[in-house]
């Protein structure tokens, strides 16, 4: 099973409101991302998480706010986004090690009006 | 700085065609380098390359990592429709999780 999965698969929401995405794995893997993805670009990495601990952040505005309850979960909460948000986030996850393939889930896509 | 870079950017070919794409990479303490497919939806992992010479296939699709060259090609041949769609590069720097990904290649098979 190699499956990350994400909810919600489609988000629309105002500057002034406040959601989260969330991300599920259950393929034992330690580490966690998450990217944004604009049209006809590569995925861009935002924060990477790596047993529960955040290890990278890509210098990402504070409005957006990762957090992973347990090393199966990563959320990502929103609030206060800008129009120029609007892409797709993306999840994926991986093992450590030289066996260190990593896998997205679907994605959801955010809308910001 | 890190980076990647695919080539060629764009590619139109006709079914039965067989295709070469290229991801070359300057990156510190290079730990591994990732082909996925993206149609229009989420990236599908392809292959993971660590180690030079050393050629991952599966079904028409091959791969190969030259560590000394700094680059890696993916092949596909005999080409289908279905293989339309923007195959990217990723690469693991630092040995930190951090993947740095290539603008992608587009690729379109014409029936």
């Known amino acids: 099973d190699t499956e990350v999965t994400q909810t919600p698969k489609h988000l629309v929401m105002g500057m002034t409101n406040k959601k989260s995405l969330k991300c599920e794995q259950h393929?034992?893997?330690?580490?966690m991302y998450w990217y944004k993805q604009k049209a006809k670009k590569p995925p861009e990495l935002m924060f990477v998480?790596?047993?529960?601990?955040?290890?990278i952040n890509e210098s990402v505005p504070s409005r957006f706010s990762p957090e992973c309850p347990n090393s199966s979960l990563l959320n990502l909460h929103l609030h206060a986004l800008q129009p120029e948000d609007s892409a797709l986030y993306l999840c994926?996850?991986?093992?450590?090690?030289?066996?260190?393939?990593?896998?997205f889930g679907p994605g959801t896509r955010l809308t910001v009006t | 700085e890190d980076k990647v870079v695919q080539s060629p950017l764009s590619l139109v070919v006709h079914e039965g065609d067989t295709v070469t794409l290229n991801c070359s990479y300057e990156?510190?303490?290079?730990?591994?380098l990732l082909w996925y497919k993206q149609e229009k939806k989420a990236p599908t992992f392809l292959f993971m390359l660590?180690?030079?010479?050393i050629e991952k296939k599966s079904g028409r699709l091959s791969s190969i990592l030259d560590k000394k060259e700094l680059f890696s090609i993916l092949n596909i041949t005999a080409t289908q429709t279905g293989d339309s769609a923007v195959y990217l590069c990723?690469?693991?720097?630092?040995?930190?999780?951090?993947?740095?990904f290539g603008t992608g290649t587009r690729l379109k098979v014409l029936a």
């Open positions: 994926a996850s991986s093992q450590e090690g030289p066996t260190g393939e990593q896998y």
């Open positions: 393929m034992g893997h330690r580490a």
């Open positions: 998480y790596s047993y529960e601990k955040l290890s």
């Open positions: 990156v510190t303490n290079f730990r591994s």
């Open positions: 660590t180690s030079s010479g």
């Open positions: 990723a690469v693991e720097a630092s040995g930190t999780y951090k993947y740095i």
